[in-house]
């Protein structure tokens, strides 16, 4: 199975400033169709887990455009770029390339400074 | 608008029986593949299974291989998750997510809310 590691587990940010969180795989996540299945995912409080980005850097219908993903391999980063309170939640992510099973990564814990 | 509603959570004892069911609304049901995915109690999200789009299909994870069985009702837009030989780890928040059938990937989009499902004596 591929393990997901994320870091940092916990990101305190100040408002307005820009946050990073890293995401690695065990294995490439390179398909042999060409496409690399990295996902993000958002939980709000209280809420279920949306997706913010597919494919490591395409957003999801009504992301804002203030996150971004890149990376390759088994290197991959979620970027925001102003943190505003709505963001403050728990982001993961997942691998769609190796499967059974999609697996996720531990969670990182988005709050505000 | 895309809508999914699990329902069939509850208290339950270990060793016995529990079946959930999510009903889909919003989306052309039989054009998608379903995932089940649990979040215990303040940790992570693990995924469980999954159903193809026509149930031809079916994955599990191995902690619960032969313990719980995904099922679909195209014509009903439902999708089922029966759990048997409950344990007390598999306490949790279930979730249902679709996935489109031809992503080859079979990521979850959209989730529902979750049902708790507590395995308690």
């Known amino acids: 199975d591929v393990v997901m590691t994320q870091s940092p587990l916990s990101l305190p940010v100040t408002l307005g400033q820009p946050a990073s969180i890293s995401c690695r795989s065990s294995?490439?996540?390179?398909?042999?169709?060409?496409?690399?299945?990295l996902n993000w995912f958002q939980q709000r409080p209280g809420q279920s887990p949306r997706r913010l980005i597919y494919?490591?850097?395409n957003r999801d219908s009504g992301v804002p455009d203030r996150f971004s993903g890149s990376g390759s391999g088994t290197d991959f980063t979620l970027k925001i770029s102003r943190v505003e309170a709505e963001d403050v939640g728990i982001y993961y992510c997942?691998?769609?390339?190796?499967?059974?099973?999609?697996?996720f990564g531990q969670g990182t814990k988005v709050e505000i400074k | 608008q895309v809508q999914l509603v699990e329902s069939g959570g509850g208290v339950a004892q270990p060793g016995r029986s529990q079946r959930l069911s999510c009903a889909a609304s919003?989306?052309?049901?039989?054009?998608?593949?379903l995932h089940w995915v649990r979040q215990a109690p303040g940790k992570g999200l693990e995924w469980m299974a999954l159903?193809?789009?026509?149930?031809?299909?079916?994955y599990y994870a191995d902690s619960v291989k032969g313990r719980f069985t995904i099922s679909r009702d195209n014509s009903k837009n439902t999708v089922f998750l029966e759990m048997n030989s409950l344990r007390v780890e598999d306490t949790a928040v279930y979730y249902c997510?679709?996935?489109?059938?031809?992503?080859?990937?079979?990521?979850?989009?959209?989730w529902g809310q979750g049902t708790l499902v507590t395995v308690s004596s």
């Open positions: 997510a679709r996935a489109y059938s031809l992503d080859i990937a079979v990521v979850p989009d959209y």
């Open positions: 919003g989306f052309s049901f039989s054009n998608y593949g």
């Open positions: 159903i193809s789009y026509d149930g031809g299909d079916k």
């Open positions: 294995q490439s996540l390179l398909h042999s169709d060409g496409n690399t299945y």
């Open positions: 494919q490591v850097s």
């Open positions: 997942m691998q769609g390339t190796h499967w059974p099973p999609w697996t």
